[in-house]
């Protein structure tokens, strides 16, 4: 139990302390190595004497002594700046002296969002340094090679020590150029926190929390900016239902079957009000999309009072701007539920038969929905069985698991 809730722990506080780490040393190579081992000496040190009073500021300093070693052994012949030795702790027994920068995290999502990196070197730096994930984490959230991802990975670093990009928030002038890419890589963060790739958890509220803290201070950088309140009306929107989205088990509960009452009425109302202020703009684009979906869905005081017609409406709107497979199963689920359930499910027969999706359980999952509402029973637990050998998270598998004991 111990181990469990020491690796909880550092799962949420490794992303703040990495962060301040890689803008100390300015080496992510560096500072991962260095967070590494003071995750393994937190593992051994607390078991032993308890958890300390401040846990991030404990693995901070821990991780900075273990980076001037390094430092030390790679260039001894180079002094080390003053500026780094004055910022370690003193205290061998509970480190905890080192002030806490509230921003390394916009700073780090700033620097992986250059133009100069690929958007797919990008993303996988993002939710490295930003979410915690493993190498083979992104891999598999990806669809891709374990290798793949890590040369990605390896070359995004190299790409920002060659280039010398600086950790800092660009100049007003300058944020435009990477909005994109620092929006999506806050959805991707907000992503892995709504459904988790791994871990026992399917929800990771501080991911979710702390995509949310990004988009708020991204919309003040950039006031009038439609797509990125966009963004932040759909994460509110979305986070409002994370009350009920598992049940007692951990298994998750499909949104038609949530308890409407454990919403959370007053991110609701935000994001609502934000949608409506980016909507003002005139300059629609898919955050306000997804959004104005998203918010259909909050609005519904019941399940069958959602306007499944607008989703579809919305949704084609977004296949149009943003065409993609997931998208594309998005939409077919919708017209499935304004039109019917063969009708959706002969759009999702088509996408199954292309091929884009090979590897995505939702796609075989939706599929079994589909024809356990049109009572084909057989085919729906042959799609099921397909959903469960290609779904990786348990919260997900009870899920699947308990349908398939419904149908007998």
Request: proline content about 6%; hydrophobic content about 45%.
């Amino acid at each position: 139990m111990l181990a469990r809730a020491i690796d909880q722990l550092v799962r949420r506080e490794g992303p703040r302390v990495l962060a301040g780490l890689i803008r100390w040393s300015g080496d992510f190579d560096l500072a991962e190595e260095a967070f590494q081992v003071a995750c393994a000496q937190a593992l051994e040190a607390w078991a032993v004497r308890g958890l300390p009073r401040r846990p991030g500021a404990w693995l901070t300093t821990v991780s900075r002594r273990r980076a001037v070693d390094l430092m030390r052994r790679r260039r001894p012949d180079v002094p080390l700046e003053p500026a780094l030795l004055d910022a370690l702790g003193t205290d061998e027994e509970e480190p905890g002296s080192v002030p806490e920068v509230e921003d390394d995290r916009l700073r780090l999502l700033f620097t992986v969002c250059h133009p100069a990196l690929a958007p797919g070197a990008q993303v996988a730096l993002a939710l490295r340094t930003l979410c915690g994930l493993t190498t083979a984490e992104i891999a598999r959230a990806h669809l891709e090679p374990e290798a793949t991802t890590a040369q990605r990975l390896v070359r995004a670093k190299r790409k920002i020590a060659e280039a010398r990009i600086p950790f800092e928030v660009p100049a007003a002038d300058r944020l435009a150029e990477r909005l994109d890419g620092v929006l999506s890589t806050i959805y991707l963060v907000f992503n892995e926190g709504f459904s988790a790739t791994e871990g026992e958890s399917w929800i990771r509220a501080d991911l979710c929390t702390e995509a949310i803290r990004l988009g708020r201070l991204v919309v003040e950088l950039l006031p009038g900016e439609a797509e990125a309140e966009g963004l932040l009306a759909l994460m509110l929107l979305h986070d409002a239902r994370r009350p009920s989205r598992t049940a007692a088990d951990g298994a998750l509960v499909p949104l038609e079957e949530q308890d409407r009452a454990a919403w959370d009425r007053a991110l609701i109302d935000e994001g609502a009000e934000v949608l409506d202020r980016a909507v003002a703009r005139g300059r629609p684009g898919p955050y306000q999309v997804q959004a104005a979906i998203a918010a259909l869905h909050a609005r519904a005081a019941r399940p069958e009072d959602t306007d499944w017609r607008q989703i579809a409406a919305l949704y084609g709107a977004l296949l149009r701007t943003t065409p993609g497979p997931i998208v594309e199963l998005n939409a077919a689920a919708a017209v499935a539920m304004a039109h019917g359930p063969a009708v959706g499910l002969e759009w999702m027969e088509r996408l199954d038969r292309s091929g884009a999706l090979a590897g995505y359980h939702l796609l075989p999952a939706a599929q079994a929905d589909l024809l356990r509402r049109l009572g084909r029973t057989e085919e729906a637990r042959a799609a099921y069985r397909r959903a469960l050998a290609l779904v990786r998270h348990p919260a997900e598998r009870r899920f699947l698991e308990r349908r398939m004991e419904e149908l007998g």
